[in-house]
């Protein structure tokens, strides 16, 4: 520490101000003369995507490395364990590829199906996701590699989610979309967290000192540095003031004038700057520590195939098995129907997109075990897939086969990041394959893929569901592991498939903008508000099927009552009462029998995954803190434990409860929050259809604004090209950037990445002209052009063209290389 405070003593104002921020798209600023190296960052949180700098367009490919399941297959396995497994191994090839921070793990809430970047994020409920993410952090961080848990916070759709507030009350926020983050940082201690894009009830999540300082950093204890989502900065001074430490991508500079300008003026007091400056200095020497130890460190890509492929088959979620028509033999005469079980949807769209080492289908695997089959691709990869030909062809194929794997999902073109959802359909072609199919077969196996829920119109026509989600690089010989029966399946759902979009409260409020989406469903996401609203559903959270069968017994608390200060253990026994090996994810929810606040029917406070031979019986032991018990009082403005009775209940899913028991717990008495008169339906959710703007103000304890449309002379820094078209110039431009911002890849990049490009493109704010171009837009160039935008048309781009001709700064690289 003594050897940083000298550093710091030696550093000019410009070299703090330029420590800062970053050199390039994926460095930090060396500043050579004090030996201060550069740090290297790399995408994840699936598999390592470093870029290779050497190839050619804006886009860069990025070197081969391990694509393990994403985030939202590895959560269905409910396996901390494996979990951690698998953020070793990407460490490992961190190591090798001389990358030290990986951008990982996401912890957003899945607040509804709809969010186009979901398979990046793992569950709807903050405790799972909360421990998993633990685990992640724990297996990347003892290898040396500094993690960034993200998008801190709020951040649930892609729909404007570079400006868009979240206007969202404050139990939700600290019970629902701050509490993974919490468990997080106070378990695992990530060495970085990444700001999001979007504002917090007004204020830019990058500027929000309440959420990066007095919550992060002072009452969970938070120690690493903050760092900025590429292109989240808005203002760079009132950041720094609020804790946002660490700039990112490079915008050659511009940032880390406003700083130098902000101290010598007086408006930033230099304590900020030097307080950021120590914190990114630690940062940087213990990443270099790494570098150093990992010069010649060589990874075992092989062994990390074989742990993608167990991942894959933990995580994959068997959803449905009439008559046990699942596992097949390799031998039985079989078809498989569908263009994804040779061209695999292995994992999302985005900028998690990894680069496999080894990508292995489905019909690969069959080739390479000489296993017999009919086949026929069924429907096309483009659009809604639909041929009528190939039907028709598929159904002769499978006509007479004694089964049928039939490979449906969502494609790329139906999920990715930078555009969301619009419906929870498949592919129409998809759809009307399974129903052709069913009409010439009674055992009809659909095997499906995919980040997110989708409707099952045709759940009854089909014998079988082995929902993959996405498998990674090993996904078709999981695949092949699960349906031959060498892999007994053991993933349940960490996330609730509705029946139909309608029944999702959540989705009724999801998107709206251009400046402000509600939450106005409060708490009651995901299987909180299915459950308590007893709607019905296709699959419930926690739910996935077997090969085997489990019995449990002997419920046992350790006692009947407790003070909220002590902890109450929770046993009971699972045996293995069925024909073969297998895993069981054992629930444990707690039910507030006696709160006067409103609260879900349950919430999920502890699980653990028990493997367990044909005939075994163990013991589980569960251990309940103050925390599960606790919900976050508004009045006190701290987490608060009602006094009364509890139920403890115990099951497979979060509708199949198989034990219960109830503990009394006496807390000290504290005020409580009472909206009964002024937002009742937060009590009574059954018959609610929508959640009344007045009774969701009254939990924010403010009125929202309306909505107006914009007008010629009122875009600024953060309006987005999608809203440039108030006047004639600003119209054109927005054309011509949905026109032509595909151009940026490569010619034969496939549609769906033109639309994630496209969609992106728009959402941009027009700051970002200058902050997502290494300064090759300057600020002042981007100034005039809002002036043209804003209908001054002529003088505007005038001004323009002087900046973009005038003599711009030295680069970045060139003063600190």
């Known amino acids: 520490m003594h050897e940083i405070e000298s550093i710091i003593a030696q550093l000019t104002l410009e070299e703090k101000a330029a420590l800062c921020s970053g050199i390039s798209n994926w460095e930090t600023t060396p500043i050579k003369r004090l030996q201060i190296p550069a740090v290297t960052l790399s995408d994840g949180p699936h598999g390592l995507r470093k870029e290779n700098a050497e190839s050619k367009g804006m886009f860069k490919e990025s070197f081969p ?97 570079l400006t868009i507030s979240a206007e969202v009350d404050e139990r939700a926020l600290r019970e629902i979309y701050l509490k993974a983050f919490e468990i997080a940082v106070k378990e695992a201690y990530p060495e970085t967290i990444m700001c999001s894009y979007n504002r917090v009830n007004g204020v830019y999540a990058g500027e929000h000192r309440a959420l990066l300082w007095a919550i992060l950093r ?16 808005n203002d760079r001074v009132k950041g720094l003031q609020a804790g946002l430490d660490l700039e990112m991508p490079s915008s050659n500079g511009i940032f880390d004038r406003q700083i130098v300008e902000a101290v010598e003026s007086g408006k930033l007091e230099i304590k900020y700057l030097d307080q950021a400056v120590k914190r990114i200095l630690r940062f940087v020497f213990k990443c270099a520590r790494t570098k150093e130890k990992a010069a010649s460190f060589k990874a075992n890509y092989d062994n990390h195939h074989l742990l993608a492929r167990k991942a894959a088959a933990s995580g994959a979620v068997l959803l449905k098995n009439r008559d046990n028509i699942l596992p097949l033999s390799p031998d039985s005469d079989f078809a498989v129907i569908g263009r994804l079980a040779k061209a695999p949807r292995y994992q999302g769209c985005g900028s998690s997109r990894v680069n496999p080492k080894r990508l292995v289908s489905f019909c690969d695997y069959l080739d390479s075990q000489n296993i017999a089959y009919a086949y026929a691709p069924g429907y096309n990869m483009k659009g809604d897939g639909y041929s009528a030909e190939k039907i028709t062809q598929a159904v002769e194929i499978a006509r007479g086969k004694s089964s049928i794997l039939l490979f449906a999902g969502l494609t790329d073109e139906y999920e990715s990041e930078g555009f969301d959802r619009t419906h929870l359909c498949l592919p129409r072609g998809h ?137 109450l253990t929770v046993s009971f026994k699972i045996k293995n009462s069925g024909d073969c090996d297998g895993a069981e994810v054992a629930q444990l929810y707690v039910r507030d029998l006696s709160a006067t606040n409103f609260v879900p029917e349950k919430e999920l406070r502890a699980f653990q995954k028990v493997f367990l031979k044909k005939g075994e019986t163990k013991t589980v032991t569960l ?15 701290d987490w608060c434990v009602e006094s009364g009775d509890f139920e403890i209940l115990v099951g497979s899913s979060s509708r199949d409860i198989l034990l219960r028991a109830t503990v009394q717990v006496k ?20 018959d609610a259809e929508e959640i009344p703007l007045e009774q969701f103000e009254a939990l924010l304890g403010r009125k929202i604004a309306p909505e107006k449309p914009l007008k010629k002379g009122e875009l600024d820094l953060n309006s987005t090209v999608r809203d440039l078209g ?92």
């Open 65 to 161: 490395a391990t694509c393990f399941p994403p985030a939202v297959t590895l959560a269905s396995t409910w396996d901390p364990l494996l979990v951690e497994e698998v953020g070793a191994a990407i460490a490992e090839e961190c190591l090798e590829q001389d990358v030290q921070v990986l951008l990982g793990p996401g912890v957003n809430m899945k607040r509804t199906p709809l969010c186009g970047r979901n398979f990046e994020y793992f569950s709807e409920d903050p405790y799972l996701a909360g421990k998993l993410a633990a685990a992640y952090i724990r297996g990347v961080q003892k290898k040396g590699i500094a993690t960034s848990l993200k998008h801190y916070a709020v951040n649930s759709q892609e729909y404007r989610r």
């Open 218 to 233: 002072e009452e969970w204890g938070f120690q690493g540095i903050v760092i900025s989502d590429w292109g989240a900065v």
């Open 431 to 567: 759809n009307a394959l399974i129903d052709a199919l069913a009409k010439v077969s009674d055992h009809l196996i659909v095997v499906l893929s995919g980040g997110a829920p989708v409707e099952m119109p045709w759940l009854d026509q089909a014998s079988a569901v082995l929902n993959l989600y996405l498998g990674g690089e090993a996904v078709g010989e999981a695949a092949a592991d699960l349906i031959f029966g060498r892999v007994n399946p053991s993933g349940k759902l960490a996330e609730t498939f509705p029946r139909q979009l309608q029944d999702c409260l959540a989705a009724k409020y999801f998107g709206m903008g251009p400046r402000r989406v509600h939450y106005r469903e409060s708490i009651f996401i995901g299987y909180r508000y299915y459950d308590t609203a007893q709607k019905e559903v296709l699959f419930p959270f926690g739910f996935g099927l077997s090969y085997t069968s489990f019995t449990y017994s002997d419920l046992k608390i350790s006692a009947p009552a407790i003070a909220e200060d002590e902890t």
């Open 623 to 637: 251990d309940l803190n103050r925390d599960a018990f606790a919900f976050y009082n508004v009045r006190t403005g």
């Open 667 to 686: 807390a000290a008495a504290v005020e409580m929050p009472d909206y009964k008169k002024d937002a009742p339906v937060y009590y009574s959710l059954t």
């Open 726 to 817: 108030v006047s004639t110039f600003g119209k054109i431009f927005r054309w011509a950037v949905a026109r032509f911002s595909p151009m940026v890849l490569p010619k034969n990049a496939p549609d769906f990445e033109k639309k994630m490009i496209r969609e992106g493109a728009l959402s941009l704010p027009v700051r970002n002209f200058f902050t997502m171009t290494n300064g090759a837009v300057t600020d002042e160039a981007t100034f005039s052009l809002l002036m043209a935008f804003n209908g001054k048309t002529v003088k505007g781009l005038y001004q323009f063209l002087k900046a973009m001709l005038s003599k711009k700064p030295p680069k970045k690289t060139d003063i600190y290389r």
